[in-house]
C-alpha cells in the first residue's frame, strides 16, 4: 500500500513562508485526489486544499490567495506552498489520499508554528 511522508513544517514569523512536502511511495497519479488538512490543539481537522488526478484545485477560503497546493508527477510528491503566515495557520498539516480501490490513507503530519 502507498504510504505518505510529510516533510517541510517548522517555526516561521508571521507574513512568511514554508512549504511542505507530501511524498508518496508509489505513483501519485493512482489517486483520484490528494488533500492537505490541518489540525490546531482543541480543533477538528480541517481541509485546506484538494488537487485532483486532472489537476484541478481547490482551496478553503482563510487560505485563497496564499496557499497554493501543486505536485510533480516525476517526484511522487504533492507541495503546499504557504505565504504570508498568519498566527492562525498553525497547525499540525496532514497529506490524505484518496484511491478508489484501496480507499484513504493519511500522512503522520508535520508541524507548522507561527510566531514572532
Known amino acids: 500500500q502507498v504510504q505518505l511522508e510529510e516533510s517541510g513544517g517548522g517555526l516561521v514569523q508571521p507574513g512568511g513562508s514554508l512549504r511542505l512536502s507530501c511524498a508518496a511511495s508509489?505513483?501519485?497519479?493512482?489517486?483520484?485526489?490528494m488533500h492537505w488538512f490541518r489540525q490546531a490543539p482543541g480543533k477538528q481537522r480541517d481541509l485546506v486544499a484538494t488537487?485532483?488526478?486532472?489537476?484541478?484545485?481547490k482551496y478553503a477560503d482563510s487560505v485563497k490567495g496564499r496557499f497554493t497546493i501543486s505536485r510533480d508527477t516525476a517526484k511522487n510528491t504533492v507541495y503546499l506552498q504557504m505565504n504570508s503566515l498568519k498566527a492562525e495557520d498553525a497547525a499540525v498539516y496532514y497529506c490524505?489520499?484518496?484511491?478508489?480501490?484501496?480507499?484513504?490513507?493519511w500522512g503522520q503530519g508535520t508541524q507548522v508554528i507561527v510566531s514572532s
Open positions: 490524505y489520499a484518496y484511491e478508489e480501490e484501496t480507499g484513504g490513507r
Open positions: 508509489g505513483s501519485i497519479l493512482n489517486f483520484a485526489h
Open positions: 488537487i485532483t488526478r486532472i489537476g484541478n484545485t
